[in-house]
């Protein structure tokens, strides 16, 4: 990455724009804050949970007397102990009035439904007694069938739940023909001159956080107070109303700093809801924290879909519509948004190409494995892979170079504001722009004729290019359009701007950070828009005592949401000093003009001294000389709610290396061109894609979660579960392209989940570009040396199939593929680079 100093800057008086070192830097890289495991309270109980081994099983006893009577226990509690008090954890996404979802209790009561689910609590003096103590619980467990595989739970042949009589929950169908967003998907497919059809697996991933979960209760007070590691503190509370029925006014959820979530942290847990339970029964304060293998076990899994879709086409390569029909793991219960991860991705397939027919369908299937839910990107990861996918399909069908069958389908620059076969209205775009950046910085012709002249001396290692061209829907989102998904909350957010007498500014956020910068972006924002110094601005927030409105931070959701949230109260601060401004000024309200934080008289020259805001913020404390009937108060709420979503874009282009005789690969390149709007902090930008990046990566080549055909997690330590290090990356070339977003005025769109959506198909697509001469037709992530290596033998086994580079297609010239035929029926572009970075 360049050094910051290095960088050009924008205008000093700007500090939107501006490359910033991250206020909260200090704290969090030394480890000199609270973060929830740290804090220690007077006579604090710690918990350790006892698990199911098992994935399904009737629960036919459990003794206690042992751990009860263990030096340090102070209660332990089942199941049966709690079953008339914790509720059924929350799910707030009901994708269809007729969905089927089981209870879901915080501790089993009779029957175990994955391995990991807890089935009693230990409370005791100090963690390593809970622990010791957990462990002399003993439970007989009697075997139930286990529903594991996902096509197999599907079709019922075991049930994951007997008393729900079906796997299935429910199915979600959006087809443009009924909505009037398009035309008949069925019609499409019967006309087309090719139609490509081809299933995905999107393997099950483990949001792995830095910090691992961990929750501390106090009941002690007036109120209830959790300090929990998570993104939702709103969110929590209300549901930790809602699930116990406590006034929510007697619920505080602080969330302090907060090492990471990806969504894994968007959640209300069944821990939570335990030590809740626990300190209420023992008027203590409690403190449970997970260790690693119980957040890889039992922390909410993302991701696992079976995916095929059937696209149409011309032979010209002109795409006609796309069938999407997915099946998607609930795994053994729903989260808080669990059924609704895969709707958010049905708006996505048609990605950034124009098609007049789409049709979608989903079914959420329940299996004994860990439940899933939101995870980095929640849908549209899924749905970038599977199109970006059957788009290098659709070119080797047609035997054509795969970037120009995108280039000849996508949405033009001049199309937009463009209405999408979902009927999403995508408001701004620049696909060529960044397409052509990402090909100048990658030397795309030259690494095509570099892969050639490899397959001509028949190389040992083969040269692989694949493509990434992506959008998403970032700025979660419009209340309205929430609504008509059935979620049962809407997407503004609050915020306040506080005048202190001193003249520094508090900003109060509802969009708790955990870890993407946002003491520093607001700052930013605030010092722009009342003119005072970034230094004077302090931003709080993860306090549902001092934030007592919000919607936290998840989607990308944050700045486009959130910091319009921010600017508008701080608009509003400076509607309230004007009044105050013109009297200390002896001039009307209508002839002062406000700019770098200070009123003006229009007119009245250069040379004026004017009155700043916080002189103004001084004269309001003391209140000693204010306009007849003005309040003395500067500060400002203001609640914003977005007329639509923010669509970022990108082209990511990935070369890779693949050793033909042992499976194994190496990345070459990598370069990213996204679009993101405006930025407020390159650096923080710069750091959230390279994060992104690594992440979807390690989807490619790396993670999955591995059940046995017992139900047990194998892949339940970083040993097995292969998270990527540092010396596992390589540098990143990384630009922008920029058409700001209208649905704010920062004209920002989002980047927190960009890396993450985009790089998963640029490389599998280069894996297969690679290996396709060898008759591999496609391999399953993650590309692992051993799944290269056998796709290589299987494919040599077989016939060979043509690629994409050097053969001709599946028909011969004219024809079409299936019987019977039918009918076919960089404007205010700013480039900016930034080369190399390590992630």
Known sequence: MTAVDDRPQAEAAHEVGRDRRRKEDQRLITGRTKWTDNLQLQGMLHLAMVRSPVAHARITGIDTSAAQEAQGVIAVLTGEDVKDLQGSLPCAWPITEDQKAPDHPAIAVDRVAFSGEV???????????????????????????????????????????????????????????????????????????????????????????????????????????????????????????????????????????????????????????????????????????????ESLLAAHHGRDQWQKLTLAAKKDGTVLGLKVELLADMGAYLGLVTPGVPILGAFMFNSIYKFPAYHFSCTNVFTNKTWTDAYRGAGRPEA?????????????????????????????????????????????????????????????????????????????????????????????????????????????????????PTGKVEVITGSSAHGQGHETAWSQIV?????????????????????HKGLDTYGSRSLVVGGQAVINAAKKVIEKAKPLAAYQLEANVDDLEFSDGKFTVKGAGSDQEGIGLAGLALAVFAAHDLPEGMEPSLDADATFDPVNFSFPHGTHLCAMEVDT???????????????????????????????????????????????????????????????????????????????????????????????????????????????????????????????????????????????????????????????????????????????????
């Open 384 to 500: 970038t892979f599977a199109i970006e996918r059957i788009m290098d399909e659709l070119a080797l069908e047609l035997g054509r170079d795969p970037m120009e069958v995108r280039e000849q389908n996508w949405i033009t620059h001049e199309e937009f504001p463009f209405t999408t076969v979902c009927g999403l209205e995508y408001d701004s775009g620049n696909y060529e722009a960044a397409t052509e950046r990402a090909k100048e910085l990658f030397g795309y012709d030259e690494l095509r004729a570099e892969q050639q002249r490899r397959r001509d001396s028949g190389d040992r290692v083969q040269l692989g290019l694949g493509i990434s061209t992506f959008t998403e829907m970032c700025g979660l989102a419009p209340s309205r359009v929430l609504g008509s998904l059935n979620y049962g909350a809407g997407g503004w957010e609050h915020a306040s701007v506080r005048m202190l």
């Open 661 to 839: 005789e042992t499976g194994a690969t190496k990345m070459r390149s990598y370069v990213c061109v996204d679009d993101i709007g405006n930025v407020v902090n390159p650096l923080i930008v710069e750091g959230q894609v390279h994060g992104g990046l690594v992440q979807g990566i390690a989807q490619a080549l790396w993670e999955e979660a591995v059940y046995d055909e017992q139900g047990t997690l194998v892949s339940g330590s970083f040993v097995d579960y292969t998270l990527p290090t540092t010396a596992d990356t390589i540098n990143f070339v990384t630009d922008r392209t920029t058409s700001p977003a209208t649905s704010n005025d920062l004209g920002v769109k989002g980047v927190g989940e960009a890396g993450c959506i985009a790089s998963t198909p640029a490389v599998v697509n280069a894996v297969l570009d690679a290996i396709r001469q060898y008759g591999v037709k496609d391999i399953l992530m993650p590309c692992t040396p051993e799944r290269v290596w056998r796709a290589i033998q299987d494919g040599q086994a077989g016939a060979d199939t043509p690629t994409a580079e050097d053969a001709a297609g599946h028909f011969a010239q004219g024809e079409p593929n299936q019987d019977p035929p039918g009918p076919a029926g960089v404007t205010g572009t700013t480039t900016t680079t930034q080369e190399g970075g390590q992630a």
């Open 119 to 293: 089935v009693a609590v230990v409370a005791a003096r100090s963690a390593a007694a809970a622990r010791d103590a957990a462990e002399l619980v003993d439970v007989d467990y009697e075997d139930l069938p286990a529903a594991l595989e996902l096509k197999a739970a599907a079709a019922d042949e075991t049930l994951a739940h007997p008393d729900l009589g079906t796997n299935l929950s429910a199915t979600w169908v959006f087809d443009s023909a009924e909505a009037g967003t398009g035309s008949s998907v069925e019609d499409a497919i019967r006309d087309a001159e090719v139609v490509v059809e081809r299933e995905f697996r999107q393997q099950r991933l483990i949001p792995s956080f830095m910090e691992p979960r961990s929750t501390v209760v106090d009941p002690t007070g007036e109120q209830f107070v959790m300090w929990s590691a998570t993104q939702v503190p709103h969110i929590l509370r209300l549901m930790l109303a809602m699930t116990l029925g406590v006034d929510e006014s007697k619920v505080r959820v602080i969330a302090p700093d907060v090492g990471g979530g990806f969504g894994g942290k968007l959640q209300v847990t069944p821990e939570e809801i335990i030590t809740f339970l626990m300190a209420r029964k023992t008027g203590r304060p409690c403190k449970w924290t997970e260790t690693r293998s």
């Open 527 to 547: 010092a722009d828009q009342l003119g005072v110094p970034f230094e004077d601005v302090e931003v709080l927030h993860g306090d549902t005592q001092i934030s």
